[in-house]
């Protein structure tokens, strides 16, 4: 286990499309959570599950947007109806007891 | 909610010399303060992290400061090489229960180091 992985790294899709995206985090870590970072910005906190119960969730994420962790280990973040305004880095985190979270790689979504 | 800002937003320096980033934050509660180096198409990596209940913290070339009457805390890389160039973040937490990884983050600072 190397560390965070992201599936996949770069989505490039129309407006108006649904896009998932994959993390998968350290396998020990019962802790995930999703940011998005735009560009020249630093990443801006979405949602944290500790293991599979989601236990907040940031007003940043609107209900087009939802994630899940089904079974405490992967997640996923969906986004439907995609717009413009949703183009950024998505990334995923992960941490065990008092660590800090380690990142992926990220997703680069493009809205076109 | 809190706020955190960063300064300076870029920061070129000569190989060699030593560079400052500062960082403040706003919410008196916050007790956790990571830093990450962020290189081009990669997520952003922790370098050094700090807790309220220290003022100071030194891992070789890397130390923090953190000022929490003030709310302030800095980032100081001495000897910089030109694998330092990166983009720095420092963020901010309630550190504790479910909080760890709820971090806000800075802007970022565009470190360049010229050999």
């Known amino acids: 286990d190397t560390g965070v992985s992201q599936d996949p790294r770069h989505k490039i899709t129309k407006r108006g499309q649904n896009v998932t995206f994959r993390c998968d985090p350290i396998s020990e870590h019962n802790r995930l959570y999703w940011y998005r970072q735009t560009l020249g910005q630093g990443p801006e906190f979405l949602t944290y599950?500790?293991?599979?119960?989601?236990?907040?969730k940031s007003r940043l994420l609107s209900d087009r947007f939802s994630a899940e962790r089904p079974k405490g280990s992967f997640s996923t973040l969906e986004i439907q109806r995609t717009e413009q305004g949703d183009s950024a880095m998505y990334l995923c985190?992960?941490?065990?007891?008092?660590?800090?979270?380690?990142f992926g790689p990220g997703t680069r979504l493009t809205v076109l | 909610g809190e706020n955190v800002e960063q300064h300076p937003s870029t920061l070129s320096v000569q190989e060699g010399d030593s560079a400052v980033i500062k960082c403040t934050y706003s919410d008196s509660a916050s007790n956790y303060f990571p830093w990450y180096k962020q290189e081009l198409g990669k997520g952003p990596q922790l370098i050094i992290d700090i807790r309220s209940n220290v003022g100071e913290k030194k891992d070789q070339r890397i130390a923090v400061t953190l000022n929490k009457t003030a709310k302030h805390f800095s980032l100081h890389i001495t000897e910089t090489q030109p694998e330092d160039s990166a983009v720095y973040f420092c963020?901010?937490?309630?550190?504790?229960?479910?909080?760890?990884?709820?971090?806000?983050f800075g802007q970022g600072t565009i470190l360049t180091v010229h050999p």
């Open positions: 985190a992960s941490s065990g007891g008092t660590a800090s979270p380690f």
């Open positions: 963020a901010a937490s309630r550190a504790g229960g479910t909080s760890y990884g709820k971090l806000t």
């Open positions: 599950f500790q293991n599979e119960a989601q236990l907040e």
